[in-house]
């Protein structure tokens, strides 16, 4: 199962003034594919921050996969500092250079897209387009949200793992009066994550019980038993969150 | 100006299971106020993981906020990693012992509540609710967004700062092209944050040019500079994002 670390570069994302879509779209697309995402992180477009980010996740990830900072203006630092981050010099790639003159694209604003970290490999669908860089386990992908979510499919081809199975139950009986119970049945499923979650909405409270693993039997007899010991009722249209 | 990280402690939110609603609505009211949020990093339930980020983030910024992993079940592990990030020992608090005990929760699981680390300070508007924690410069806040968003708004009056002012201007000229106009007014600007984001919609392609300072002249100023020099439209029915 390849782990996965998530880096949204952008003091616009931070500030406010845009949403981030390529977090949650991330989220959601590594749990469709069964890739195990373990961290997600925002950050300023700073050389600093970015180049030590970058460097704890690649030592501690399989992957890393970064959205923005990847265009032609002044607050596009993010290639440089992937590239700070293994200690690796800039280079200008030939391949990205004829593809941007193909673009008509010749300035030497436009030219900073095709300077990346040195030993940076491409991976493309479509000779067209612009590639996806990836530097060592570093995939470096654009911020705006519709190329980041067509690059991205990219990358997943490249980290597929076993998709999670999941059950959720109900309960209405207290979070702190359930806790030993749940504590009994996570030891005896250790390949299930079993989290549990208070809701207070209109009507009472009450407590979501969720159920995890790659493993379905595991799910299935660790909400057996879950079921057996917990009063738990059934949500009276589907899913409430 | 208060400079902020936020921490979201949850596997729930990583694995997709639950939206991230705290990271979002902590953007939206550091904005607000005027606090400087310049981190927002999603980690697991995992104390070492906790620990090392809290004490990273703690030296770095003026104020930390976490969010989950505090209530009384197996996965709630943020208090004890807070102490770890500082090397304190954990401590029943007498005032949330008689707390928990005037609401009846008095089991080991519930009373895992009241086990802080030493020093821990408490913040509250009523005296009947869970009061806000507060390690050195940790605030602890709980996941339940109900729950955050109330206790957020008590850790908010202790970082105001100036609000920030924003422009934003549209224009069609491709990003490569107007790199170096931008750079220069950027230059000429610095108290102003200049950021420029290209959106590929329905129409044709576009450019949105944001501007953001504390100083509202500053921001008129270089509005109109770079008003001057790109060819902007005027978006037909309000902001287009």
């Keep these: 199962m390849p782990s996965v670390a998530g880096v949204i570069i952008g003091n616009e994302i931070l500030s406010g003034k845009f949403a981030d879509e390529n977090g949650p779209h991330l989220i959601a697309r590594a749990r469709a594919v069964g890739a195990d995402l373990r961290r997600l992180v925002t950050i300023a477009d700073d050389r600093d921050v970015i180049a030590a980010e970058v460097r704890a996740c690649s030592q501690s ?20 500092s992937v590239a700070m981050a293994f200690g690796l010099p800039i280079v200008r790639h030939p391949e990205l250079q004829a593809l941007l ?83 009994r049945v996570q030891r005896a499923f250790p390949a299930v994550e079993i989290g549990s979650y208070p809701r207070y909405g209109e009507g009472p409270a009450f407590v979501i019980v969720t159920l995890e693993s790659r493993d379905p039997a595991a799910v299935a007899l660790a909400a057996s038993s879950l079921t057996a010991c917990l009063v738990v009722f059934q949500p009276p249209d589907g899913p409430i969150e």
């Design 61 to 80: 990830f399989d992957h890393v996969i970064t959205s923005g900072g990847v265009g032609p203006t002044h607050d596009d630092v993010t290639l440089e």
């Design 101 to 183: 003159q193909s673009y008509d694209l010749t300035n030497p604003h436009a030219m900073r897209m095709a300077e990346v970290p040195q030993g940076t490999s491409l991976h493309r669908s479509d000779p067209t387009r612009f590639p996806v860089l990836q530097c060592r386990n570093v995939w470096i992908l654009p911020g705006v949200p519709k190329l980041f979510r067509a690059k991205l499919e990219i990358v997943l081809t490249h980290l597929h793992g076993r998709a999670v199975h999941a059950r959720r139950l109900y309960t209405r009986e207290p979070e702190s009066q359930i806790a030993e119970r749940l504590e």
